[in-house]
């Protein structure tokens, strides 16, 4: 019998979960939602937990991409309104080459160094410490990163949310557990640690790697809720904290004000392939493609998507409300996969603006 250790990674938005596996044994904001969640897995190289996550969601969000807007007015009150965001990209040469550069040199670039870093708590004498500046670094690198591709603003970090999601990560590590309303009876709890976790997209993961979980978002395809936050326009300012085994990253309550009437993800314009597959034990093709929007009601939305010109199956599912955006959609590929040097255009109808947008996937990964 081959058997190897494996543990189980909970990353839970409010209402959601996500189960990511590490490795493998075999014998051969300005909504509030609250739900309750009760997860069983073994975890830590065949220990057994049972985990029980009371999750409670905050969301804002209003998102949009850059716009052009024709309105067509009679006397008899009639609009007809499209946003398009389009890079006009030739299917037959290709998009932009600087356009291609840039993505690209920010894809390398910011994810040259993935270090976690080390942390200087313990979990024995409930000391949260802290993480090394440049792991935080790593982590807040990436989730701007992502906002960029989505033409969203950069985030910074504030010391007290810092200070209070490293508590936060703390708990989650020393519980063996993910929960938005821990209990005062938990280890190692504290006020300042539960009101982040309340605030808190968290993991059973280390800071660096739970930012690609969150934007891939497996086991939350009710709502893309981790996703649809790190796109939020009123995200930032964030708090990281982060231990070897579990990280918070606060999001909700935020300031920001980016103005995008919508963001999809994937993100219009160029889009590198590596975005898709980021993670071993799923991808974009699995959990899907997201549009969301504070402004337009999706409910109705009908979606048509062309690869190359050729018309491909999507199946569309409306996303529980109030994660990061009022309104949300999701996208997913119907018995087919992204593939690179592809142009993928998709209209968005049956809302009372009809969207439309394209992207180009590259592979940006380097020789």
């Not at 250790?5 to 909970?10: A, S």
């Not at 649809?228 to 708090?239: A, D, E, M, T």
Request: aromatic share 8%; net charge negative.
């Amino acid at each position: 019998m081959l058997c190897f250790n494996y543990r189980l990674i909970f990353i839970l938005l409010f209402s959601t979960m996500v189960f990511l596996p590490i490795t493998s044994c075999s014998d051969d904001n300005s909504s509030t939602d609250g739900n309750s969640d009760t997860d069983s897995g073994t975890d830590s190289f065949g220990d057994t937990d049972t985990d029980t996550d009371t999750d409670t969601d905050t969301d804002t969000d209003t998102d949009t991409d850059t716009d052009t807007d024709t309105d067509s007015d009679t006397d008899t009150d009639t609009d007809t309104d499209t946003d398009t965001d389009t890079t006009v990209i030739d299917t037959d040469t290709g998009p932009d080459t600087d356009l291609v550069a840039d993505i690209c040199g920010r894809w390398n670039d910011d994810r040259a160094d993935m270090d976690e870093g080390t942390w200087s708590g313990d979990v024995s004498s409930c000391d949260p410490g802290d993480i090394s500046p440049g792991a935080r670094d790593n982590a807040l690198r990436l989730v701007n990163l992502y906002r960029y591709m989505a033409d969203l603003p950069p985030v910074v970090t504030d010391d007290t949310r810092n200070a209070k999601a490293q508590e936060c990560a703390l708990m989650m590590d020393a519980n063996n557990k993910l929960s938005h309303e821990p209990p005062t009876s938990w280890t190692c709890y504290t006020p300042d640690g539960a009101e982040a976790a309340g605030n808190s997209n968290i993991s059973s993961a280390p800071g660096v790697l739970s930012v690609d979980s969150y934007m891939i978002d497996n086991g939350n395809e009710t709502t893309l809720g981790h996703r649809r936050w790190i796109l939020s326009n009123s995200l930032g300012p964030v708090g990281l904290g982060s231990t070897t085994d579990s990280s918070c990253m606060w999001t909700i309550g935020g300031t920001g004000d980016a103005g995008r009437e919508w963001t999809a993800y994937p993100s219009p314009g160029v889009f590198p392939i590596e975005a898709v597959t980021t993670l071993w034990w799923s991808d974009l093709n699995e959990t899907g493609w997201s549009l969301q929007s504070d402004d337009i009601n999706l409910d109705n939305a009908k979606v048509s998507v062309t690869a190359n010109g050729q018309k491909i199956p999507m199946k569309v599912a409306v996303l529980q409300p109030w994660f990061g955006a009022h309104y949300a959609i999701s996208m997913i590929p119907d018995g087919w996969t992204m593939e690179t040097d592809t142009h993928y255009e998709v209209e968005v109808t049956g809302i009372s603006k009809t969207i439309s947008y394209d992207f180009y996937t590259v592979t940006c990964k380097l020789p």
